[in-house]
């Protein structure tokens, strides 16, 4: 997954988790990072090429977000058997 | 002697299977502190927290879950509420059977300066809507009503007082500590504004555990601020919901149990357990119909009562009877007055108070006879001069 969606609230991270699993959508919920997610410490990992289809599920449910962004963590390279829960 | 429990009014008991597993399940698994850190034991706790905010925004008919915010108790919400809302100047209407958790902030809200109007409800605790229309006026803020009399089980009709509010432009905050997860409440086809509802009482989760329903483009100020893990680069309180309202760590392990709670009342059916109360009051009511000296307060016909009853026998202090009930029958009630006294003003049963049975999802109509029997005997001892009473007062 190579998108990442920042939140205002962890109430809404964890809303767009819910919202996007329950139609199909590749999600999975990580630390977010301190650049792109200043506001909260959980962020959205998803696929950047479904970011229109996604943003508007989202907004459609009323899960507001803070930013939209391309992420590829260097963190991905590091120990290919670390997974964070979710 | 087996218990019988009649104080579901009060808090219920017991609660149903899962709730405990629910709260021992976080405490040996999800122990991290919801939305502060990105780790799994911090989303697992966060997980619990916004599935329980899930399931009570779908039980009211909410359509956004951000809409509800948990507080520790239904007063805990109302302080949210009233205190939020109403500032010197305004004008708010309530009645005269609320519970000390509405009273007691209006009181206060009234020193600095708030203008409150108390509209007297009957005998029987019924709201005559025409006094209310009275009452509401231009520039009226909120009308705040309970859903039930907690002392009299009286049902006030919030789909018309939704109405009458919304007509005068005032905002209607409704008290739903004796019936959510026991009434169908439906905040989107009723027009409530604010629904304050408590967690361990018919939603069968633990104590410790409540919220209060806010509809979208209402402004509540909010009366705790500080930490809530979002916006934490600024030292000012967030905005948005439900971080605004949710200052410091949440009850994690009592909302799980909470989830639990609200999980077997989607089950079961809230409607089940509704014609489920209504009949064990109705056959309380046509069983202790001759019991000697026993008045029966509250309306006259039980669809427009919650599960509770309350009633005095002659003769006797509503503490005494109480204590009898316990001590030689098993069977638990409340006396006195319930933390309502506007309510007992009301009924007239001011100072003494009332004995309160309050009924829920795993009360039987077999306890409902034994409790008629009891009464039966309690009735019987006192016309014959109570010598049994004193001695069991030990």
Known sequence: ?86 | MPVIYFDNAATSWPKPPGVREALSDYLADAGGNPGRSGHRLSIGAARLVERARELLAELFNADDPSRIVFTLNATHALNVALYGLLRPGDHVVTTSVEHNSVMRPLRHLETLGVEVTVVACQLDGTLPLADVQRALRPGTRLLVTTHASNVLGTLMPIRELAALARASGALYLVDASQTAGAIPIDVDETGVDLLAFTGHKALLGPTGTGGLYIRDGVDVAPIMRGGTGSDSAYETQPAFQPDVHESGTLNVAGLAGLAAGVRFLFDVGVDAVETHERRLVEQFRAASADIPGLTLHGPRESRHQSGVVSFNLAGAMPSEVAQVLDERFGIMARAGLQCAPSAHRTAGTFPAGTVRFGFGWFNTAAEVDAAIAALRDIAAWIERGAPALENVQS
């Open chain 1, 1 to 86: 997954m190579d998108g990442l969606i920042s939140f205002f609230a962890s109430h809404y991270a964890l809303r767009a988790e819910t919202v996007l699993k329950r139609d199909g959508f590749a999600a999975r919920l990580v630390p977010g990072p301190r650049d792109l997610s200043p506001n909260c410490g959980v962020a959205l990992r998803f696929e950047y090429a479904q970011r229109e289809r996604v943003t508007e599920l989202l907004a459609a449910r009323r899960v507001q977000i803070d930013g939209v962004h391309v992420y590829r963590p260097r963190t991905d390279e590091w120990g290919a058997r670390t997974r964070m829960g979710g």
